[in-house]
């Protein structure tokens, strides 16, 4: 077990820094090689309005005139050990991690993502809370009870909602549930946890279900495709021969037989989830990594960009990393790999 562990964790650390090498390939080496100059490139740093003097004023003081390698090995330091930027009038420190420096705001990338994500692991935790519930709920009632009315009737919401888009049905939410019933919050609306736990709740409650929505639809159907695979297995039918209880047949052997696709799904899917959920957090004005990550595309703002996809990078790399111990936990087979 320890073994294995260690073997995990080498093998995160070792794609964190792959994710690294990847991030800085896909904003610096390829528009190098798409014919981009280190003005161009500093133009983005700059803004839309910046003239040609800025422009090379900045390429100057981030080295985009240095050697990849050198300009790698400066971005690699500056996540472990912080870095320097010249604006022109001071020096201004970026403290480690130093996900950029945003020259249009005049502020590190960091503090800004550290504030978003407190809305997006709001969004995501309570969302996700929902959805594995709903969804392994229904796929595990809608698999014992296959082909009745039950099954049929989850299947088809589940269709439903994986077919529909988030802002639709967030849209259509909204109508309903808070402009004309005045059921929820309107869009806009966030307290914070730590400010009030339950307003918290309350101005989260639409965008949680309509977000979980989606995600618990395919897990019903996930989990049913499962269940119906797990409960025909030969040590199901040994635990049922042996007189034990249904419902320990159903939690023990089957559903836990059943939960290894669930678990690889749901890292996988938080993971990219608190790395902004772009359509919901818009839908619904939250000023989470997502809509941070659309405004700093409409400003040319390179440094946010980098700075969201590397956060995303790292969580998803962490949620699997969590997902190959937990299958330790839920596969003893696991263990003897």
């Keep these: 077990m320890t073994t294995y562990i260690i073997r995990r964790l080498i093998g995160a650390v070792i794609m964190l820094l792959i994710v690294s090498m990847v991030t800085f390939a896909i904003f610096f080496l390829v528009p190098r090689l798409a014919g981009a100059t280190p003005e161009s490139l500093a133009s983005r740093y700059a803004g839309r309005t910046a003239t040609a003097e800025t422009q090379k004023l900045i390429a100057d003081r981030l080295g985009f005139n240095d050697p990849l390698v050198v300009q790698y090995g400066r971005f690699v330091k500056g996540l472990v050990a912080g870095s320097e930027f010249d604006t022109g009038a001071s020096i201004e420190q970026c403290p480690a991690p130093c996900f950029g420096y945003s020259y249009i705001t005049q502020q590190p990338v960091w503090p800004d993502l550290v504030d978003r994500s407190r809305v997006t692991l709001s969004l995501a935790v309570g969302a996700a809370a929902i959805w594995v519930f709903a969804g392994v709920a229904a796929g595990v009632v809608s698999a014992l009870r296959r082909g009745s009315f039950f099954d049929r009737a989850a299947m088809g919401i589940a269709l439903a909602g994986v077919s529909l888009p988030v802002f639709f049905t967030g849209m259509i939410s909204l109508v309903f549930f808070s402009y004309s019933l005045g059921l929820t919050a309107p869009g806009g609306t966030y307290v914070d946890f ?19 929505f989606l995600f618990a639809a395919g897990y019903a159907r996930l989990t049913r495709a499962g269940m119906l695979e797990t409960m025909n297995e030969d040590y ?53 990594l997502g809509k941070y990550a659309i405004d700093a595309i409409t400003n040319n703002d390179l440094p946010k960009v980098m700075g969201v996809t590397l956060l995303a990078a790292v969580f998803v790399v962490v949620a699997n990393l969590i997902v190959d111990l937990l299958y330790a936990v839920v596969d003893p087979r696991v263990r003897l790999s």
């Design 194 to 212: 730590t400010v009030n736990p339950a307003q918290w709740a309350y101005s989260l409650i639409l965008p949680w279900i309509t977000l979980a």
């Design 236 to 288: 199901v039918r040994t635990a049922r021969a042996k007189g034990l209880p249904e419902r320990t047949v159903v939690v023990k052997h089957g559903l836990r037989g059943a939960l290894t696709p669930i678990v690889t799904i749901f890292g996988l899917d938080f993971g990219l989830l608190l790395g902004g959920a772009v359509l919901t957090e818009s839908t619904f004005s939250l000023n989470g």
